[in-house]
């Protein structure tokens, strides 16, 4: 069996640089039927991820109520092969309204995450998943029962690798202390608009730092234990490359020019540079892109092929916090 404590980067199929996010793989969030043209398009987005080297794939078993994982082993299913030469992994543990009586909650009791696994495989048609995450920290969580659940998946090849969404470092410290499976990523908003990630650090003993709701403290603890931190809407919804945003912050306008200036010099999309600022920080953080849209994917090619100078970096962190350091 493989070694779960190695860093993801070293297992048997090394992980890109970055992650195809794909929420958006099952059209909208309602009940109506799986079509042709959704998985084909589905195609058209797997097609442009692998044209640029990505071979890390992203759900969960919400995505548009379960229909993004039944549209992503119908892609399976039609690509000879490929379930060999990727990484896919999916999240559990949100009840959404309408799917059972009851309020929309969290849900990581045992026999929920085993029932979702279940679901996740049946709707992809495969035997396993790389990595299963829990997806948002549950108050009603009991850290023994999730490892007792996490250690039985594992043991039935059902799931090879674990990790967690949208967790700080003492809630995952708790969880590791109760499983016997290492939790090797954490998935959390990181982008040049949610720069909380960063201001987390800089902004140590200083007035500034009661506005930042980023945990403190969850960047170097991932560090420290090799967790491979993975940023979600790491392209802010377009703010920095395109789209206009009612209402968005005065300082996106300014940085949007700084992007813009820097893709010019450097010969590269706009949707490139905001995609290094991430990857520069050192604990070597790995996007999930979430769109579906062949041009899009394909306009992050050159991400891991350039590296911003600190001058560069800083002068979008400036930018986008609003401020000199």
Not at 274 to 286: D, E
Request: charged letters at 20%; a negative charge; one cysteine or more.
């Amino acid at each position: 069996m493989t070694d779960l404590r190695l860093p993801l980067h070293q297992h048997q199929i090394p992980a890109s640089p970055l992650v195809l996010g794909c929420m958006r793989f099952g059209g909208e969030w309602d009940g109506l039927p799986i079509t042709d043209d959704l998985v084909l398009e589905g195609h058209h987005a797997v097609e442009a991820a692998l044209e640029i080297g990505i071979n890390h794939y992203d759900l969960a078993d919400i995505y548009t109520r379960g229909k993004a994982e039944h549209v992503f082993g119908r892609i399976l299913s039609e690509r000879h092969g490929l379930r060999e030469q990727i990484i896919i992994q999916s999240k559990c543990g949100i009840r959404l309204v309408g799917d059972d009586v009851g309020p929309q909650r969290y849900d990581s009791s045992g026999a929920h995450i085993q029932a979702s696994v279940d679901g996740i495989l049946t709707r992809l048609g495969v035997d396993y998943l790389d990595i299963l995450l829990l997806h948002r920290p549950d108050p009603l969580a009991h850290p023994q029962e999730i490892g007792e659940a996490l250690a039985r998946l594992h043991h039935s090849g059902k799931v090879r690798h674990f990790g967690v969404s949208n967790m700080g470092s003492e809630q995952i410290r708790l969880l590791q202390l109760n499983c016997t499976v290492p939790l090797i990523v954490n998935q959390l908003e990181m982008s040049l608009d949610k720069i909380g990630f960063v201001e987390a650090g800089v902004t140590v003993n200083r007035p500034q730092a009661k506005d930042n709701v980023f945990p403190y403290g969850t960047m170097e603890y991932c560090q420290a234990e090799h967790i491979q931190l993975q940023a979600w809407g790491p392209l802010a919804q377009g703010r920095f490359t395109g789209r206009v945003v009612e209402g968005q912050r005065p300082e996106i306008e300014h940085t949007v020019r700084v992007v813009h200036r820097i893709a010019g010099e450097r010969g590269v999309t706009a949707e490139s540079v905001v995609l290094a600022w991430l990857m520069k920080h050192p604990a070597g953080i790995q996007p999930v892109i979430g769109s579906i849209r062949p041009e899009r994917i394909r306009a992050c090619r050159d991400a891991t092929r350039i590296e911003l100078t600190r001058y560069e970096w800083y002068e979008l962190y400036s930018a986008s916090c609003g401020r000199r350091m």
